[in-house]
């Protein structure tokens, strides 16, 4: 029998103990571009620890996924943070947990309006890639470089996502 997560809104403030949301609301920072371009400007803190890292891009095509979504696993970065951003206008879900000594904690679940990106912060427990439609295409901002950047737990109990109000 699996554990039940809502869904919420993704938002800066219920995020931001998590990671950084990468939108353009509000007005842009400047304009550029001869006055026909608005630049929003740095919206994520990236993070690349060890001497030998370095931020890299990477593209990411997934699989889509529907609700009810069964979460078994989630994974951490602890040597650097890492962005996600969507290529389409399509929402995708982010999964992610509070560090519990160790280990996640109970995992929350956002869903993204199109158009937001994230930036996951260094050691953030998260689910793995989420796209809710095809195709799954994202623009991936994380560390290149040597060291075990990757951890993954596996859920005894595997939690069940369904969409909130």
Sequence with gaps: MARGILTEPLTRDAFAPFGDVIETSG????????????????????????????????????EKRTLPYLL???????LGSQAFLPMTQAAFL???????NGKPGHPRAFITEPGQGINLHRNIWHGVLTPLSDPGLFSVVD?????????????????EVVRGS
């Design 72 to 78: 078994e696993m989630v994974e951490r970065h602890p």
């Design 143 to 159: 560390r290149i470089g040597d060291g075990d950047n990757l951890e993954e737990f596996r859920f005894e109990e595997p939690y």
């Design 27 to 62: 007005d842009p920072t400047m304009i550029i571009n001869q006055g026909k371009c608005g630049r929003y400007h740095d919206l994520a803190a990236l993070d690349m620890a060890g001497a030998n890292a370095r931020a890299g891009i990477s593209l990411f095509l997934s």
């Design 94 to 100: 982010v999964i992610v947990c509070p560090d519990d």
